[in-house]
């Protein structure tokens, strides 16, 4: 169910970007964050990796899924995970049992990537969110500010200036080196380069 990817210093959990409610309708945005999506495209079409989408949302769904999810971050040894690779929160209750998630495993790290903000605010407004994780609201359309009403973000950019924190691992190799800025609650925006 996990994924442990060699840009990153831990795992990481994604479902399907054909799945994304803001998302999909993004993607046929020129000039959005969405459009062209790495993650609706080549291999991710590959029906192997189809049917492990399905099975991952079927996870997800499941009435255990809290309990399975912090066994199996339990299993990791790294302190840093990251939610959404590819897709986003569905649901104001798997936004519930996000946060139930990060609660049960206080010596994880959490980045939570995101571009639903109505299903997080209306998450939040029942349950706070824990100090060991970050929710980063995403910037719309590439080179635009993200919001900054809200507590931590990122952006995309091409031809405007990075804001915030320029996300390095263009510079190594693709990797994220020593950095860990996406889950640092000190860095409000992180932007990354359009690619
Ligand atoms: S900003 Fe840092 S932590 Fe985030 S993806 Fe880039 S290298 Fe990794």
């Known amino acids: 169910m996990l994924s442990n990817t060699s840009k990153m210093p831990g795992y990481s959990?994604?479902?399907s970007a054909w799945k994304c409610k803001t998302g999909d309708k993004l993607a046929k945005i020129k000039g959005s964050v969405c459009h062209d999506c790495y993650a609706r495209k080549g291999r991710y079409n590959m029906p192997n990796v189809v049917d492990k989408m399905e099975e991952r949302l079927k996870f997800f769904n499941a009435l255990d899924f809290v309990p399975q999810m912090v066994a199996m971050l339990n299993k990791t040894r790294s302190p840093y995970f990251r939610w959404?690779?590819?897709g986003d929160v569905q649901n104001v209750r798997m936004a519930l049992n996000i946060i139930d998630v990060v609660k049960a495993t206080p010596e994880k790290k959490h980045w939570i990537p995101t571009k639903e903000r109505k299903i997080w605010q209306e998450a939040l407004k029942l349950e706070a969110l824990p100090d060991n994780a970050v929710i980063r609201y995403s910037a719309t359309m590439v080179d635009d500010t993200p919001p900054q009403?809200?507590?931590h973000s990122s952006a995309v950019v091409k031809n405007a200036a990075p804001?915030?924190?320029e996300c390095?691992?263009?510079t190594q190799g693709g990797k994220c080196g020593e950095c860990r800025a996406c889950w640092s609650?000190?860095?409000k925006t992180?932007?990354?380069h359009k690619h």
């Open 163 to 165: 804001i915030g924190h």
């Open 185 to 187: 609650r000190d860095v």
């Open 13 to 15: 959990v994604s479902l």
């Open 149 to 151: 009403d809200w507590e």
């Open 190 to 192: 992180v932007s990354y």
């Open 168 to 170: 390095p691992a263009p």
């Open 84 to 86: 959404f690779d590819s």
